[in-house]
């Protein structure tokens, strides 16, 4: 049926044109998260891929487990799919393209599984359909039945070539797929939408591929864009990273999910996508006899990513000294999780406080709040800073309260009788 004749039929009807492009592109996609089930994966274009998983059987738990998989992952990332068997790859396209979901084993049985497939699975012009169907050929039985001397000068060898290699008689050479040095993938959207919910269902998608791709390389990665495009703005990028080194799907969809909630988009999406440059080795994690969830740092970093995720990248970091004697600069943000250097000094309190308050003086010494302090240790001096414009001449002390609270407190030298509390020991 025409187009035009589709369109007085239903007037509401809304067409989009093909997109070869696109196809190709998102089989190359599916085939990048294949690898993961064997490194023998071949195109079948417009809309095919062959696998050969027999050496994948047994690390993988059967032919049955690997079919379930496939199945489930590819309808994660939005597509249907018909799956097939056979002991020759031109076989089990033919029965998938036939929509003969069977796993067979054995050469003899291949006659057998295609002949009832319709000859229209087959890859030959309309011409010798029409000219098959006139004879009364209409199976793969029925043109497997003719005489081959017969069937080469009307139809071509080529046509035979076909049959020979579904029946395992005829060797297939075939090039594997070789998988792009990074991920870069995306969606368009019908139409515009600034929703995280519906953003989230495509990005899912993507992650869902992200995470097969790495999977067949025994990859991992510590971070990820997910790049949102609008009409008439710039693009969103939207930098997601992880504490660890990780290729788990519902991770990377977790932090997605908390970071699309967090952000405010200027105008609506019309394109996700994901990238992912660095990839990284990652091997597989031991296991124990007796695993022990209560000291599995696996939470932490988790925690640390969603917490990451939902209030930005620059909310939540560790915390490492500094050579600096001043105490409110003696410290700097690091990477939650690396380890810093111990720095060598005097005792230090557990609080320190943002802005030193000043301490009132009564006969020379502080008080804080009804109560006179009672210095136990110092002074120890510090002066420092006159090469930034934020010079300082304290003397502190250890002192203690009448209810044996112990303060960090100092005298300011260049203000006669002014004192600071600066810390709380713990």
Same mark, same amino acid.
């Not at 870069?184 to 495509?202: R, Y």
């Given at each position: 049926?025409?187009?035009?004749?589709?369109?007085?039929?239903?007037?509401?009807?809304?067409?989009?044109?093909?997109?070869?492009?696109?196809?190709?592109?998102?089989?190359?996609?599916?085939?990048?998260?294949?690898?993961? @089930?064997?490194?023998?994966?071949?195109?079948?274009?417009?809309?095919?891929?062959?696998?050969?998983?027999?050496?994948?059987?047994?690390?993988?738990?059967?032919?049955?487990?690997?079919?379930?998989?496939?199945?489930?992952?590819?309808?994660?990332?939005?597509?249907?799919?018909?799956?097939?068997?056979?002991?020759?790859?031109?076989?089990?396209?033919?029965?998938?393209?036939?929509?003969?979901?069977?796993?067979?084993?054995?050469?003899?049985?291949?006659?057998?599984?295609?002949?009832?497939?319709?000859?229209?699975?087959?890859?030959?012009?309309?011409?010798?359909?029409?000219?098959?169907?006139?004879?009364?050929?209409?199976?793969?039985?029925?043109?497997?039945?003719?005489?081959?001397? =017969?069937?080469?000068?009307? @139809?071509?060898?080529?046509?035979?070539?076909?049959?020979?290699?579904?029946?395992?008689?005829?060797?297939?050479?075939?090039?594997?797929?070789?998988?792009?040095?990074?991920?870069?993938?995306?969606?368009?959207?019908?139409?515009?939408?600034?929703?995280?919910?519906?953003?989230? @269902?495509?990005?899912?998608?993507?992650?869902?591929?992200?995470? =097969?791709?790495?999977?067949?390389?025994?990859?991992?990665?510590? &971070?990820?864009?997910?790049?949102?495009?609008?009409?008439?703005?710039?693009?969103?990028?939207?930098?997601?990273?992880?504490?660890?080194?990780?290729?788990?799907?519902?991770?990377?969809?977790?932090?997605?999910?908390?970071?699309?909630?967090?952000?405010?988009?200027?105008?609506?999406?019309?394109?996700?996508?994901?990238?992912?440059?660095?990839?990284?080795?990652?091997?597989?994690?031991?296991?124990?006899?007796?695993?022990?969830?209560? &000291?599995?740092?696996?939470?932490?970093? /988790?925690?640390?990513?969603?917490?990451?995720?939902?209030? &930005?990248?620059?909310?939540?970091? &560790?915390?490492?000294?500094?050579?600096?004697?001043?105490?409110?600069?003696?410290?700097?943000?690091?990477?939650?999780?690396?380890?810093?250097?111990?720095?060598?000094?005097?005792? /230090?309190?557990?609080?320190?406080?943002?802005?030193?308050?000043?301490?009132?003086?009564?006969?020379?010494?502080?008080?804080?709040?009804?109560?006179?302090?009672?210095?136990?240790?110092?002074?120890?001096?510090?002066?420092?800073?006159?090469?930034?414009?934020?010079?300082?001449?304290?003397?502190?002390?250890?002192?203690?309260?009448?209810?044996?609270?112990?303060?960090?407190?100092?005298?300011?030298?260049?203000?006669?009788?002014?004192?600071?509390?600066? =810390?709380? @020991?713990?």
């Amino acid at each position: 049926m025409s187009l035009a004749a589709a369109c007085a039929l239903a007037p509401d009807l809304r067409h989009r044109p093909r997109d070869a492009a696109a196809e190709d592109a998102a089989l190359g996609q599916i085939a990048a998260w294949s690898v993961q @089930f064997t490194p023998a994966v071949s195109l079948q274009p417009p809309r095919g891929l062959l696998l050969e998983i027999e050496g994948s059987l047994r690390l993988l738990g059967g032919i049955g487990s690997i079919l379930e998989a496939i199945r489930r992952g590819v309808a994660d990332m939005g597509y249907t799919v018909s799956l097939a068997c056979a002991p020759t790859v031109s076989a089990a396209w033919l029965l998938a393209r036939g929509g003969t979901e069977r796993v067979f084993a054995g050469q003899r049985a291949i006659r057998e599984a295609i002949s009832p497939l319709p000859v229209r699975v087959l890859d030959c012009e309309a011409q010798a359909l029409d000219t098959l169907a006139a004879i009364g050929a209409r199976t793969i039985g029925d043109l497997l039945a003719l005489p081959r001397d =017969g069937v080469a000068r009307r @139809f071509g060898q080529r046509l035979l070539d076909q049959l020979d290699r579904a029946l395992g008689e005829r060797p297939e050479a075939r090039a594997f797929f070789t998988a792009a040095p990074r991920f870069d993938a995306a969606i368009e959207l019908a139409a515009g939408t600034a929703s995280a919910e519906a953003l989230l @269902f495509p990005a899912r998608r993507l992650l869902t591929q992200l995470a =097969g791709y790495l999977a067949g390389r025994c990859a991992g990665i510590q &971070g990820f864009n997910l790049v949102l495009r609008h009409e008439d703005a710039p693009d969103t990028v939207l930098e997601i990273g992880l504490a660890a080194p990780s290729r788990e799907a519902d991770r990377f969809v977790l932090l997605a999910r908390e970071r699309l909630a967090a952000t405010a988009l200027a105008a609506p999406v019309t394109r996700v996508g994901v990238e992912a440059g660095e990839i990284l080795t990652l091997a597989g994690e031991p296991g124990n006899l007796f695993p022990d969830h209560a &000291g599995d740092a696996g939470d932490w970093a /988790r925690l640390v990513e969603r917490l990451r995720a939902r209030l &930005g990248p620059d909310a939540v970091h &560790g915390l490492a000294p500094r050579a600096e004697h001043r105490p409110e600069r003696a410290w700097r943000a690091t990477a939650p999780g690396a380890r810093a250097e111990q720095a060598g000094r005097a005792p /230090r309190p557990l609080w320190l406080i943002e802005q030193p308050r000043p301490l009132a003086e009564v006969n020379s010494k502080p008080r804080y709040r009804d109560g006179a302090l009672a210095l136990l240790a110092g002074p120890e001096r510090i002066e420092s800073g006159w090469w930034d414009g934020a010079d300082v001449k304290r003397d502190y002390f250890i002192a203690q309260t009448p209810d044996r609270a112990t303060l960090w407190v100092y005298r300011d030298r260049r203000r006669p009788g002014g004192w600071f509390l600066h =810390g709380i @020991f713990g």
